[in-house]
């Protein structure tokens, strides 16, 4: 099993900034992907920005340019540093962990969620 603690949402105004993280632990495979998802009242949840199996990173093209995704591999940990925010950021931010066993079977983890919320 393996648990998320996130940390870092709040309350800011357009244009401001915010620093999200997330930790890993528990009992892992070497092999996963890790990255933020985001909720906003009344729609799906969607990427935000990932780092593949490979090291990769993926964003949801509404984000390009302002937010940015780090991580420490041996602290199994993540960030997400978010610039220029508008009230369209405005949303539950969720931690994901895809963990891959030695045959590629996925195991999928969530952290508890942290509201941003962008407003005057």
């Known amino acids: 099993q393996v648990q998320l603690e996130e940390s870092g949402g709040g309350l800011v105004q357009p244009g401001g900034s915010l620093r999200l993280s997330c930790a890993a632990s528990g009992s892992m495979f070497s092999n996963y992907a890790m990255g933020w998802y985001r909720q906003a009242p009344g729609k799906q949840r969607e990427l935000v920005a990932i780092?593949?199996?490979?090291?990769?990173?993926n964003y949801a093209e509404s984000v390009k340019g302002r937010f940015t995704i780090s991580r420490d591999n041996p602290k199994i940990t993540v960030d997400l540093q978010m610039n220029s925010l508008k009230p369209e950021d405005t949303a539950v931010y969720y931690c994901?962990?895809?963990?891959?066993?030695?045959?590629?079977?996925?195991?999928?983890?969530w952290g508890q969620g942290t509201q941003v919320t962008v407003s005057p």
């Open positions: 994901n962990l895809v963990d891959f066993n030695d045959y590629g079977r996925p195991y999928t983890y």
């Open positions: 780092f593949s199996r490979s090291g990769k990173t």
